[in-house]
């Protein structure tokens, strides 16, 4: 089957998801969210069966990469991170409905809750497209359906203040991201003459390269990409709207679109650093992003009360150690074990997993506790192990002890610098690694060690079959990885 | 005397328009304003995009792919306004306002 029937796939699984909500008399609209897991599924074993084409002659393969192990990678993140969220929204449901409640009378009980399962497989056919955009005009507008499907998911509490603000907040900055990022696509095309990746590349590396203007465009590239990945300066509106946002859209943020600005990023930055003009200003500018990024996520992390926030601010973190790999270019004939590309690959699919974990579990008890303040975590062990103990793991890894998947993200972006001769940034990401340990242990020793909260529901909590299935897979991958990385840089070559 | 365009003037002209547009975002306070505001930037991208194909001439013909980027970018843009003002008037309907500052209610 040819790769990009799989987009075509996702997009009709939505459609036919908004269809059956429009169209067919259901007593429980939460099974148009059984449609798009069956569909995901299927998409993701076929991912495994994919046939490339034997000539990529004709209009269609300048807008669409071939034979790209690592874009398939990617889709398949896309498609794991649908499915996830939408187990998680599966789960979320009385919330949302309360939050959207329907004054019309004659209204269906659930009126307004289809969209909400339909509206991710729509960013993730956007993901999955831009795994293999390859040209600017494609980069653009697979970006684009991402962040306004994202836009409208972020706000759609419409009832609640949290979310709408969140929505306003993240609408403005995204829009202003595109603004940055179209005019950096602007001067690309006018330096360079082309819109393909591969001919802009070539233009670049060309010793006559106006070095100014290109300086100007990467400005242009970077700010846009920053706010996109939450790297500092650009972080503002990360805990804010990660707060605001249904826990579901806060997990489908925090990794769909983090590792959608990634896959942009190496795309657009790659043939800046490979100009031997640029390289040098280029790694600087990556250099102090990247210092600042750190220091931000994790110092501002450690005071933090409610665990969204937390989370948000790790993934501003985890966002600097990318930026630490991307920073870290090898010295021009210098042997290197690894490239950034495979190291931000790996990271990105740790990444994915335990933050997956984190807001599963993090949703199963959303209904049951009061808030989402760390406090909440008191004593977990007592009233359900399975989920502390999944918790644990989760906060294990993406504070990178050994024997998880995280342990290894860290471990090969260090290596990395180490190689580049990065000194700087390896020094701040070993603080930034410290703090980490710091935050992410505070809420498994509260779990395990502190007796649950006076007043507080002390009764047992039960957690759904999908959602039980997904943590336990997720936690054994997330521990195969630790015992063997190749498991996951297997997948992309 | 008569001068030429040349392609620096369409630069110009297109960058006064992006930081015209990003002082907008940037100092405004009504939420409706800042939208135009960024469709400010989003034209001057756009600008940007005619005046190098205008100018890249291969084989006498201009370089057509930077006006076929800006349709796209008029089409997302459309897309963008559609559900940014419905999210601005949602917004509107639970605070009963469009000011930026009075959006705040997360804190530490």
């Not at chain 1, 259901?26 to 059984?34: F, M, N, P």
């Not at chain 1, 948000?312 to 991307?326: E, K, Q, T």
Request: proline residues 4%; positive net charge; hydrophobic residues 60%.
């Amino acid at each position: 089957m040819p790769v990009y029937y799989l987009e075509i796939i996702v997009v009709a699984l939505g459609l036919v998801m908004l269809m059956v909500d429009a169209f067919v008399k259901l007593e429980d609209k939460r099974s148009i969210a059984w449609i798009g897991m069956l569909g995901l599924v299927v998409v993701f074993a076929l991912l495994f069966k994919v046939k490339w084409p034997e000539s990529t002659e004709g209009a269609f393969w300048q807008f669409y990469s071939s034979g790209d192990k690592l874009a398939l990678y990617f889709k398949g993140i896309a498609v794991l991170t649908t499915l996830v969220v939408l187990i998680m929204a599966v789960d979320y449901t009385p919330t949302i409905l309360s939050q959207i409640a329907n004054p019309e009378p004659g209204a269906h009980r659930q009126a307004g809750l289809g969209e909400f399962f339909a509206l991710p497989m729509f960013a993730c056919a956007g993901l999955m497209w831009m795994a293999s955009a390859n040209n600017l005009v494609s980069i653009f507008v697979s970006l684009e359906t991402v962040t306004i499907a994202f836009y409208i998911m972020v706000a759609y509490l419409r009832r609640n203040v949290g979310s709408l603000e969140a929505g306003v907040k993240y609408l403005i900055l995204g829009a202003l991201s595109t603004g940055f990022l179209v005019y950096g696509f602007a001067w690309l095309f006018g330096i360079t003459g082309s819109m393909q990746l591969s001919e802009i590349a070539t233009a670049l590396a060309k010793p006559g390269v106006n070095t100014t203007m290109a300086l100007f465009t990467f400005a242009l590239i970077l700010v846009a990409l920053a706010f996109k990945i939450g790297a500092a300066p650009f972080h503002l509106w990360i805990p804010d709207v990660y707060q605001g946002a249904p826990t579901p859209i806060t997990a489908f943020l925090s990794v769909g679109s983090k590792a959608a600005g990634f896959i942009v990023m190496l795309r657009l930055v790659t043939p800046f650093l490979a100009s031997p003009a640029l390289v040098g200003k280029v790694t600087l500018v990556l250099t102090v992003v990247a210092i600042l990024t750190l220091l931000v996520g994790n110092l501002a992390a450690l005071p933090q009360k409610n665990f969204k926030r937390l989370l948000a601010y790790s993934s501003i973190a985890h966002a600097g150690f990318l930026v630490m790999a991307l920073a870290s270019s090898p010295p021009a004939g210098g042997k290197i074990s690894m490239t950034p590309v495979t190291v931000i690959a790996f990271y990105l699919g740790a990444y994915l997993l335990m933050t997956l974990l984190a807001f599963l579990v993090m949703t199963s008890l959303r209904t049951k506790i009061a808030g989402e303040e760390l406090d909440s975590f008191r004593g977990l062990a007592k009233r359900s192990p399975f989920l502390a103990f999944a918790m644990v793991v989760s906060m294990a890894s993406l504070a990178g002890i050994p024997l998880t998947a995280g342990f290894f993200g860290k471990l090969f972006v260090f290596k990395l610098a180490v190689e580049a001769q990065q000194w700087a940034l390896l020094v701040f990401g070993l603080i930034g690694a410290a703090a980490g340990f710091y935050y992410y242990l505070k809420i498994a020793a509260s779990m395990y060690l502190n007796e649950p909260a006076k007043d507080g529901d002390t009764s047992a909590i039960t957690v759904s079959a999908p959602a039980r299935i997904a943590m336990v897979a997720l936690m054994i991958v997330i521990i195969l990885a630790g015992f063997n990385p190749g498991l996951i840089l297997g997948l992309f070559g | 005397m008569e001068t030429a365009l040349t392609l620096n003037h369409f630069l110009f002209v297109s960058g006064v328009l992006f930081a015209i547009g990003l002082a907008g975002v940037l100092v405004r306070r009504n939420l409706i304003i800042i939208f135009m505001c960024l469709e400010l930037m989003l034209a001057a991208a756009n600008l940007t995009l005619v005046a190098f194909s205008r100018f890249n001439v291969q084989d006498g013909q201009p370089n057509y792919d930077g006006q076929v980027l800006l349709f796209f970018i008029i089409t997302v843009a459309a897309a963008e306004v559609a559900v940014g003002l419905a999210i601005i008037v949602a917004l509107f309907r639970t605070k009963e306002t469009t000011d930026v500052t009075k959006v705040n209610s997360m804190k530490y």
